[in-house]
């Protein structure tokens, strides 16, 4: 297991291993104060228990705990898996109608050696940067951006990658004012119409159409821990039992994990996370990524635009008919 030093952001059933882990990092800062302590043996007896007990946590995760994780603020976003796996990287700002939306963010790059478009949605990592990028929750303008960056794979032939994390498109007055739906429906389209490969990876929240409308792709991944539904566990839970405390039996009804939308041909492929969580060794969740990505692209070489759009309308007419019995 990989120790993280000076962790914070401990999810609420983690809590007791966030004091095991604590304790160990006290006793190592007190023998960094005082050389003569020697508290290697009794640290690395904390590690193995705290290894012990986030293995048990992590072993049988309930829909609602994995939400927790798919939200947790240290996972890697769409920024990080940029700077990371891609080279080349140039930014495309705006829609060329109102304004650039910072919750979207995208571009021409490569991927190793393929050249590619790049896009998704980006929740920043501290308060100004959270609230510049509207904590990932795309407006009109976001989605029109998006459009763009569509057509312009489509015209010089780059497939396409979409990272998506995100808890819903902007619900707020202003951007239905400027169409928000009409936005998102485009979106959507679009993705289904561009003739060249497309592929999307669920990196932490997909949610509802704000997240189809970027996910609409020929092959669907998502990261073990990753979560994609129509509506957020708190928002069906307000609708159905008027209740959002009842999230827990919301997160089980919907159906949201990566393993269920497995079953259910919703997704392609699962992406395993390190144990504990993309959050606890981001360079390795990144990697992981970065292969499937490869995988996936390279599964449609030879294709034709013809081949790639049919086999994309097809996959989305049969979504759901597998594993409806499980």
């Given at each position: 297991?990989?120790?993280?030093?000076?962790?914070?952001?401990?999810?609420?059933?983690?809590?007791?291993l966030?004091?095991?882990?604590?304790?160990?990092?006290?006793?190592?800062a007190?023998?960094?104060?005082?050389?003569?302590?020697?508290?290697?043996e009794?640290?690395k007896?904390?590690?193995k228990?705290?290894?012990?007990?986030?293995?048990?946590?992590?072993k049988?995760?309930?829909?609602?705990?994995?939400?927790?994780?798919?939200?947790?603020?240290?996972?890697?976003?769409?920024?990080?898996?940029?700077?990371?796996l891609?080279?080349?990287?140039?930014?495309?700002?705006?829609?060329?109608?109102?304004?650039?939306?910072l919750?979207?963010?995208?571009?021409?790059?490569?991927?190793?050696?393929?050249?590619?478009?790049?896009?998704?949605?980006?929740?920043?990592?501290?308060t100004?940067?959270?609230?510049e990028?509207?904590?990932?929750?795309?407006?009109?303008?976001?989605?029109?951006?998006?459009?763009?960056?569509m057509?312009?794979?489509?015209?010089?032939n780059?497939?396409?990658?979409?990272?998506?994390?995100?808890?819903g498109?902007?619900?707020?007055?202003?951007?239905?004012?400027r169409?928000?739906?009409?936005?998102?429906?485009?979106?959507?389209?679009?993705?289904?119409?561009?003739?060249?490969?497309?592929?999307?990876?669920?990196?932490?929240?997909?949610?509802?159409?704000?997240?189809?409308?970027?996910?609409?792709?020929?092959?669907?991944?998502?990261?073990?821990?990753?979560?994609?539904?129509?509506?957020?566990?708190?928002?069906?839970?307000?609708?159905?039992?008027?209740?959002?405390?009842?999230?827990?039996?919301?997160?089980?009804?919907?159906?949201?994990?990566?393993?269920?939308?497995s079953?259910?041909?919703?997704?392609?492929r699962?992406?395993?996370?390190p144990?504990?969580?993309?959050?606890?060794d981001?360079?390795?969740?990144?990697?992981?990524?970065?292969?499937?990505?490869?995988?996936?692209?390279?599964?449609?070489?030879?294709k034709?635009r013809?081949?790639?759009?049919?086999?994309?309308r097809?996959k989305?007419?049969?979504?759901?008919s597998?594993?409806?019995?499980?």
């Open positions: 297991m990989e120790r993280v030093p000076g962790m914070t952001n401990y999810l609420d059933f983690e809590k007791p966030a004091e095991i882990e604590g304790k160990a990092e006290e006793l190592r007190m023998a960094r104060q005082n050389e003569d302590m020697d508290v290697e009794e640290a007896a904390l590690d228990k705290a290894g012990d007990m986030l293995r048990d946590l992590y049988g995760l309930t829909p609602w705990r994995k939400c927790q994780v798919a939200r947790h603020p240290d996972r890697p976003h769409c920024k990080d898996y940029i700077e990371a891609f080279t080349d990287f140039t930014p495309l700002a705006g829609d060329r109608n109102f304004a650039d939306d919750a979207v963010m995208g571009g021409l790059a490569r991927l190793g050696d393929r050249p590619v478009v790049v896009l998704g949605q980006e929740k920043g990592h501290d100004k940067s959270r609230i990028r509207n904590f990932g929750m795309a407006r009109p303008e976001g989605y029109r951006k998006a459009i763009r960056l057509d312009l794979a489509d015209r010089f780059l497939p396409l990658i979409t990272l998506v994390d995100t808890t498109a902007y619900p707020g007055k202003g951007a239905e004012e169409g928000q739906s009409e936005a998102i429906a485009r979106s959507t389209e679009k993705c289904l119409a561009i003739g060249v490969p497309s592929v999307t990876v669920i990196i932490g929240e997909g949610g509802s159409g704000g997240a189809v409308a970027f996910a609409t792709a020929n092959r669907v991944a998502m990261l073990e821990h990753a979560v994609y539904s129509v509506i957020s566990p708190e928002g069906c839970a307000s609708i159905l039992w008027k209740d959002s405390e009842k999230m827990r039996e919301a997160a089980e009804a919907l159906r949201l994990t990566a393993q269920d939308l079953k259910l041909a919703v997704c392609d699962v992406i395993p996370e144990l504990g969580g993309a959050h606890r981001r360079t390795a969740t990144i990697a992981a990524v970065g292969t499937a990505l490869e995988e996936m692209l390279a599964e449609m070489d030879g034709s013809k081949e790639l759009v049919s086999a994309r097809k989305f007419l049969d979504m759901g597998k594993g409806l019995a499980a």
